[in-house]
């Protein structure tokens, strides 16, 4: 038989069918959400006309800015209102609202971490309880407990320092901290740690060579989520502190408030500059954070 005479292969883009479950995941993998999609466009013009609205007023003169239309852009955009924030202190206030963040982060870290650690891998009814009764914070708010925190922090002389907002900061942030971080533990095979104990390792070379490194997802969420808490606090900074010294960038806003009135964009461009670390942080970490999220810190 000639080369000519022979069948020749049919070449095809798609791969065999793997099955009839194969083919059903495939439809449904190839089939439209349209209400998924309405939602997601719903959601996305509720987060950027705000944000929108923010930054148009921020770059308007403020003789224009109590106009009839909020989403109206400046007729004569300025850059003025920034200049006024960046000269009126907001550099101070963002140095010490990064230290507050940073020194948060930090203790909640090397706290949770740890912790986290021995709530998953003691099995004990003491261990368990003690897990349980530390979680009672998530229900206690901080304006129920403030009046008692004022008074300690008055006799630790700590008042109107930026000690005075980091410990109680990391201290309501650490019962989230720790359930996330239960759950991330959880996740890891029981099998590597029983392979790591056979090879001698002790709890210690068990935290720092299997838990840290297997738990960067719910790490990466709980830095997020105790540098937002820092970040964004006021009510800790508002009782705690008193002078110009230790103000932090919530703070710093009352200072386009007064008696006589609010200078609106300014305010606004302050709020702007605020947020522009904050994103930043979530930019970077945003994988292991929704990663973390999606199974309440887990993988």
């Known amino acids: ?48 006309v705000p944000v929108y609205a923010m930054i148009s007023a921020s770059l308007t003169r403020q003789d224009e800015a109590l106009g009839d239309n909020a989403l109206k852009p400046p007729s004569r955009p300025t850059l003025a209102n920034y200049d006024t924030v960046l000269h009126n202190g907001f550099g101070h206030y963002l140095w010490n609202t990064a230290l507050v963040a940073a020194a948060v982060v930090a203790i909640v870290v090397v706290l949770c971490v740890p912790l986290a650690y021995v709530a998953v891998r003691t099995r004990g009814f003491w261990s368990g309880a003690a897990f349980r009764l530390f979680l009672l914070g998530v229900a206690i708010p901080a304006q129920a407990v403030v009046v008692p925190l004022y008074l300690m922090i ?53 935290l720092f060579q299997l838990v840290v490194p297997l738990s960067k997802g719910g790490i990466s969420t709980v830095v997020v989520y105790a540098a937002l808490q820092a970040w964004n606090g006021l009510l800790f900074p508002l009782i705690f502190t008193q002078s110009e010294e230790p103000r932090v960038l919530t703070l710093g806003l009352f200072n386009y408030v007064s008696q006589f009135g ?9 709020v702007v500059l605020s947020g522009i670390p904050i994103f930043a942080v979530y930019l970077v970490a945003r994988r292991a954070l929704v990663g973390g999220l999606m199974g309440v810190g887990g993988k």
């Open 154 to 206: 008055a006799k630790l002389n700590l008042y109107d320092s930026l000690l005075a907002i980091i410990l109680p900061t990391a201290a309501f942030a650490m019962p989230v901290s720790i359930l996330i971080l239960t759950g991330t533990l959880r996740d890891i095979s029981e099998e590597v740690y029983e392979a790591m104990a056979l090879d001698g390792a002790s709890p210690t070379r068990m």
């Open 1 to 48: 038989m000639s080369h000519d005479t022979l069948p020749r292969p049919v070449k095809t883009d798609a791969a065999p069918p793997a099955g009839p479950a194969g083919r059903r995941r495939r439809r449904r993998a190839r089939r439209a959400n349209p209400l998924a999609g309405l939602g997601s466009v719903i959601w996305l013009v509720v987060v950027i």
């Open 262 to 270: 609010v200078n609106i964009p300014a305010l606004l461009a302050s």
